[in-house]
């Protein structure tokens, strides 16, 4: 089958791939200072502290959900939808008008609608371009925060910080906008070394809603004639 990467996860993003070694900190100006060196990378500590209150405020709202568009301008030319998120920890699923993805934590299940085909990965075999918890969950060992400016997006005051990858990858940068009164994530841009660019702009967010195990896999019996492609 053509994989899930053809219509929208072209970009596989190697985020466990992200590797930052030793632990020692040392000042990077005298006390007081808001930056710092962690292994000879200077570390913007205010940024460090916003995505800090980010993660922390989705756990304090797990298990929540939203609704989310998305643009895509790659070398395939330029694609939008829609879609909803819902997360529960490690568990989460994906719903747009053409694909999904669930995730019941160890196993990955990206269906197709145009194919009508389902691709099952193990999680660390997988692509979780759009498991937005683990992007700002791995960014502490993973990216490099810098805070660039405060600023109004769809009416509400952001936080807009740029998580530069510590290790080459695909992935040039990521830039997170999350509310400076509740710390949630408002949109989140990735741009790559070939200039593709990956837009999501959230809306409608619940927290603390009522989550089951049965959301967060694939039910083969809402697709009739589905094909199963198991790559485990």
């Not at 193990?122 to 700002?136: A, L, Q």
Request: hydrophobic share 35%.
């Amino acid at each position: 089958m053509k994989r899930i990467t053809v219509i929208l996860l072209g970009l596989i993003i190697p985020f466990v791939g992200f590797t930052q070694t030793g632990s020692q900190k040392s000042k990077a100006n005298s006390a007081g200072s808001d930056t710092e060196i962690r292994n000879g990378v200077v570390i913007d500590k205010t940024a460090q502290k916003i995505v800090d209150n980010v993660a922390a405020q989705m756990k304090k709202d797990t298990p929540f959900s939203f609704s989310f568009t998305f643009n895509i301008q790659d070398e395939d030319g330029k694609q939008q939808g829609k879609g909803t998120f819902v997360s529960n920890n490690a568990q989460y699923s994906i719903v747009t008008d053409m694909f999904s993805q669930f995730s019941n934590g160890t196993t990955i299940w990206n269906y197709i609608k145009k194919t009508n085909e389902v691709e099952i990965t193990d999680v660390e075999d997988g692509n979780t371009m759009f498991n937005f918890v683990k992007i700002i969950n791995t960014s502490v060992k993973n990216f490099r925060p810098k805070l660039i400016r405060q600023e109004k997006f769809n009416n509400v005051n952001c936080n807009i910080i740029d998580l530069t990858p510590l290790k080459q990858g695909n992935i040039s940068k990521i830039r997170i906008y999350s509310s400076t009164s509740n710390n949630r994530l408002q949109k989140i841009e990735m741009h790559t070394y070939s200039g593709s660019k990956y837009i999501y702009t959230f809306t409608n967010y619940k927290p603390n809603i009522t989550a089951a195990a049965k959301d967060f896999t694939f039910d083969k019996t809402k697709y009739p004639n589905v094909k199963i492609v198991d790559l485990r």
